[in-house]
């Protein structure tokens, strides 16, 4: 089981705001950088959001994420029924002898 | 433009290895590292591990030590994951990714390759 917690799922109509929780540790969220991913249905997923807040290239200003402590959050603001999909939070985790890469449960986000 | 294109889907029984391939093309491989993930049918994103491309490096996820290889050309710009003594909850989706130094982006993603464990 993932050491990231995020809410299965969540939901908002079109054009409304949602907000996604990635809770970690000390050992994780607490000291490293977050990224996000975006998985559309039956696709490969794609970087959404790196170093907590920033947005690659071709990523619409309607994303956005910030950190706080040992939790980040991922913002979706201007919801599109393109935006239904899974997200998941990654960071890197330092609790074992080697350092290892941490994804999210996942969340399900759905356009109402 | 920048792209990672993986080998066709599997059908293995346990016991056996699998070895998926992952070409990279529109970048300077060995100015990167590649990661694969994989996903179980319905369930979420499971990191397994990172090579360096520019010195072969790796970084294996602890519960796949000793079954999991993960090796580079750099004359064909292809990464490869070896996955041996296979089981049936090895069935998933296996990505590969481009890994910037900074190993704070997985960015792209290749198309994903089906390896299927069944007797």
């Known amino acids: 089981q993932s050491v990231l917690t995020q809410p299965p799922s969540v939901s908002a109509a079109p054009g409304q705001k949602v907000t996604i929780s990635c809770s970690g540790s000390?050992?994780?969220?607490?000291?490293?950088?977050v990224s996000w991913y975006q998985q559309l249905p039956g696709t490969a997923p794609k970087l959404l959001i790196y170093?907590?807040?920033k947005r690659p290239s071709g990523i619409p200003d309607r994303f956005s994420g910030s950190k706080s402590g040992t939790s980040a959050t991922l913002g979706i603001t201007g919801l599109q029924t393109g935006d239904e999909a899974d997200y998941y939070c990654?960071?890197?985790?330092?609790?074992?002898?080697?350092?290892?890469?941490?994804f999210g449960t996942g969340t399900k986000v759905t356009v109402l | 433009q920048v792209q990672l294109v993986q080998s066709g889907a599997e059908v293995k029984k346990p016991g056996a290895s699998v070895k998926v391939s992952c070409k990279a093309s529109?970048?300077?491989?060995?100015?990167?590292?590649i990661s694969w993930v994989r996903q179980a049918p319905g369930q979420g994103l499971e990191w397994m591990g990172w090579?360096?491309?520019?010195?072969?490096?790796?970084n294996y996820a602890q519960k796949l030590q000793g079954r999991v290889t993960m090796t580079t050309d750099t004359s064909t710009s292809t990464a490869y994951m070896e996955l041996r003594s296979l089981r049936s909850d090895d069935t998933a989706v296996y990505y590969c990714?481009?890994?910037?130094?900074?190993?704070?982006?997985?960015?792209?993603w290749g198309q994903g390759t089906l390896v299927t464990v069944s007797s």
């Open positions: 000390s050992s994780n969220i607490g000291n490293n950088y």
């Open positions: 990654g960071t890197w985790d330092s609790s074992l002898s080697a350092a290892s890469y941490v």
């Open positions: 990714a481009r890994a910037w130094s900074s190993g704070t982006q997985f960015d792209p």
């Open positions: 170093d907590n807040n």
């Open positions: 529109g970048y300077t491989f060995t100015s990167y590292g």
């Open positions: 090579i360096s491309a520019y010195n072969g490096n790796t």
